[in-house]
């Protein structure tokens, strides 16, 4: 601060007063100045420490020529000595000035007062507007959103640039909204019992909440707080700091860390509900996991299997028979599956072994019981194939393809009957060689047995080599134990003698039919026709007329029957020829 007081006036004699009382007080360093001087920009260079303006001018002029003061020394506190005005003094203060005096009413003691104290107020708002301007720069330049709010109303009362920036909200949009509009609906009832139970002081840490942008965008930032006064109120202070990434990151490694625990207690979970025994070993041969067939399976518990090295664990000549099988696949890192007997243990096993960078998977599988009765079902098949190649009918099954799963040897046979190949398992039934015709019927046929219908029915067909065969044939559905349809099997006899005597039955019951209705229908006309005219004849004049028209009616109605009778006689020869040919 300088150390030179100027004055500014245009009356000589009373600045010439004011330079006695200045100089009385303490301050010998006193420049003169008048307004014509203060217009023209004819200011002094000495370094200053007070202004005071001593004016005799009407409100408005006074004002004015102040205005110019003040800005020409902005950072300079004014003293105003004037007339009795203490309106336009008043005025002057409420400027930029730091005091008002009037003329012949102040005292030295006041006078040294006022400059004291002008000059202690201008160094105070000094201090203020730098406090203000380093207020501004730690919140309105923060890089953080910040935001001053009313913890009654929950209204924005000021933001910073970040905010506007981050949140997509103007400024004007900010001061008409509150707290709650920038977050979900779901979190504001946390939101508002939050507010309300900060009654401590200082900073607080609100914690992670998540917030929404004007583009309807959310992302997560951490709220820190801290009461603050605004414009007289109690309000609080908030920087909002984005750690969207570091909580989404946390979140995704929680959610991963969740699935990978899902996910290795579906795998203990599977690994022990198996039949199967499991173990893993590393490449020490050391056991790092085994399930609960596995105990069961050697009779040891996990907690003493757990880090024991696996050739002293498994029976003596379980290890002598697996381990260099074991060795290889740790050597060539290749899967491998083998079966074993093990007669110190009487069991069959299944051995699957899955090599790894870091060590051996083994899934152990008893194949014991399936062993005896693949065993028994080889002798049962045996017994079966003995039983259905010993028969001249046709008996074979088909798969939902309409390939052969089975065949007795009468059916191959008949097969080669219409290709020199005949049919294998595997292939399709409908071999070539087959009529266009007979291959769609029994195409039909399987359908609908596949379908799930089961069929019975007769069938003519010409077989080469064979002739014209009648065929009892059945389509049975074969289904598995969920009853799903996965076959048919079928089978069929010859009633090819059977057939043509039951035809021929049929065809002397129809020719019996027609002699009875000939009998019973055709001849009954012709004999009433003969009564009838039998009743009118006139036996007193035989040769009348009327009895010779009679006559000739007779003769015609006689051939009728003769002829009637004649065919009659036909049919039956027909039929004793019929029984002679069989």
Not at 5 to 18: D, F, Y
Not at 298 to 313: I, R, S
């Amino acid at each position: 601060m300088g150390s030179n007081i100027m004055v500014i006036g245009n009356c000589s004699e009373e600045a010439g007063v004011l330079k006695e009382q200045l100089i009385s007080i303490g301050e010998k360093e006193v420049i003169f100045l008048t307004t014509d001087q203060l217009t023209s920009c004819q200011c002094p260079k000495q370094s200053l420490k007070l202004i005071i303006f001593m004016t005799e001018l009407l409100d408005t002029q006074a004002l004015e020529q102040f205005k110019t003061l003040y800005a020409a020394f902005p950072k300079k506190p004014i003293i105003i000595i004037s007339a009795d005005d203490t309106e336009t003094g008043l005025k002057m203060v409420s400027l930029g000035a730091q005091d008002h005096l009037v003329k012949g009413e102040y005292s030295l003691p006041l006078l040294k007062k006022s400059i004291h104290y002008a000059i202690e107020r201008s160094a105070m708002l000094k201090q203020i507007d730098k406090t203000k301007n380093e207020y501004q720069g730690l919140f309105m330049d923060n890089p953080n959103p910040m935001w001053i709010y009313d913890p009654d109303t929950y209204k924005f009362l000021q933001v910073n640039k970040a905010a506007v920036d981050n949140y997509g909200y103007s400024k004007e949009e900010f001061l008409n909204m509150t707290i709650k509009d920038i977050r979900p609906e779901g979190d504001v009832f946390r939101l508002q019992k939050m507010v309300k139970s900060q009654k401590e002081e200082g900073v607080i840490d609100g914690g992670v909440w998540l917030h929404r942008k004007a583009s309807g965008d959310e992302f997560y930032v951490h709220i820190y707080s801290h009461d603050t006064s605004f414009k007289g109120k109690k309000t609080r202070l908030v920087v909002a700091i984005d750690v969207d990434k570091s909580v989404k990151h946390e979140k995704k490694n929680e959610e991963l860390t969740r699935q990978l625990q899902t996910y290795s207690d579906r795998i203990n979970t599977i690994l022990n509900s198996i039949r199967d025994s499991f173990f893993a070993v590393d490449k020490n041969w050391n056991f790092i996991y085994v399930n609960k067939m596995f105990e069961l399976l050697f009779a040891k518990k996990k907690e003493h299997l757990l880090g024991k090295n696996v050739w002293t664990v498994f029976p003596k000549e379980f290890a002598t028979k697996i381990a260099p099988r074991y060795e290889k696949a740790m050597k060539t890192k290749k899967h491998f599956k083998f079966e074993e007997f093990f007669e110190e243990m009487n069991m069959w096993f299944s051995v699957s072994v899955y090599p790894s960078q870091e060590g051996l998977s083994v899934y152990i599988q008893d194949i014991t019981q399936s062993k005896i009765m693949k065993e028994e079902i080889f002798k049962e098949r045996t017994k079966l194939n003995a039983l259905i190649n010993n028969t001249d009918d046709l008996i074979w099954s088909i798969d939902k393809h309409m390939r052969l799963l089975t065949a007795n040897d009468a059916l191959k046979a008949i097969m080669k009957q219409f290709n020199s190949h005949g049919v294998k398992v595997g292939e399709n039934i409908l071999v070539d060689g087959i009529e266009e015709s007979i291959k769609a019927d029994w195409a039909g046929y399987y359908k609908k047995a596949l379908e799930g219908t089961a069929l019975n029915l007769e069938y003519e067909v010409t077989i080469p080599g064979k002739g014209r065969k009648y065929l009892e044939v059945s389509f049975n559905p074969i289904k598995n134990q969920k009853s799903e349809v996965f076959g048919v099997g079928c089978y069929a006899r010859d009633i090819t003698e059977r057939k043509v005597h039951q035809l021929t039955i049929e065809k002397h019951n129809r020719l019996l039919e027609e002699i009875a209705w000939k009998q019973s229908h055709k001849m009954r006309g012709p004999v009433a026709s003969i009564l009838g005219i039998m009743s009118m004849l006139d036996l007193n004049d035989l040769n009348s007329t009327f009895n010779q028209e009679l006559l000739k009616h007779l003769k015609t109605t006689t051939d009728k029957l003769d002829l009637m009778i004649k065919e009659i006689v036909k049919s039956t020869i027909s039929i004793e020829a019929s029984n002679k040919g069989e």
